[in-house]
Each structure stands twice: as C-alpha cells, then as structure tokens.
C-alpha cells in the first residue's frame, strides 16, 4: 500500500494524459490533492483542472510573465 499525501502531474501540450490521470485518480475515492505543472498553460485547461478535477493548484513552468519557474512559490504551496 502507498499512500500519499499530494500528487504531482505534468500536463503537456495537446496531449491530457495529465489530467486524465487525475480523473482516474478522482474516480477511485482517493482524497489525496493534486498539482498539475504545465509548460503549455490555457485558460481552458487551467479551468478544468481547477473546477472539474478539483486539483490544488495549476502552476505554469515557464510563467508567461518571462521569468523562471518559481520553486520557492512551489514549496510554499506544497508545505501549505
């Protein structure tokens, strides 16, 4: 048995199996929060992974803001 206490799931362009690995997840009962990390980000995927999948946080790779991904923030969100 493993148990966790927070998934980390990669979403890459035009190809879900990030979320649809937090779907199947989901659909087990598992209570565990998801994180999904994305070097594609769309508005439309950020919605779906925020709403319907219920995950934690949504986080962009490479922030369309042109500055590096921020680790610092990452580990706050994972200690929270």
Do not use: C, H, W
């Amino acid at each position: 048995v493993i148990v966790t206490d927070m998934r980390l799931v990669d979403e890459e362009k035009d190809n879900e199996d990030g979320l649809k690995l937090v779907k199947a997840i989901n659909q087990r009962g598992s209570a565990t929060k998801a994180i999904v990390v994305t070097g594609y980000p769309t508005l439309n995927t950020a919605k779906r992974a925020l709403g319907a999948l219920d995950v934690f946080d949504y986080l962009e790779k490479y922030p369309s803001d042109g500055s590096s991904f921020k680790a610092a923030e990452f580990l706050r969100i994972v200690r929270d």
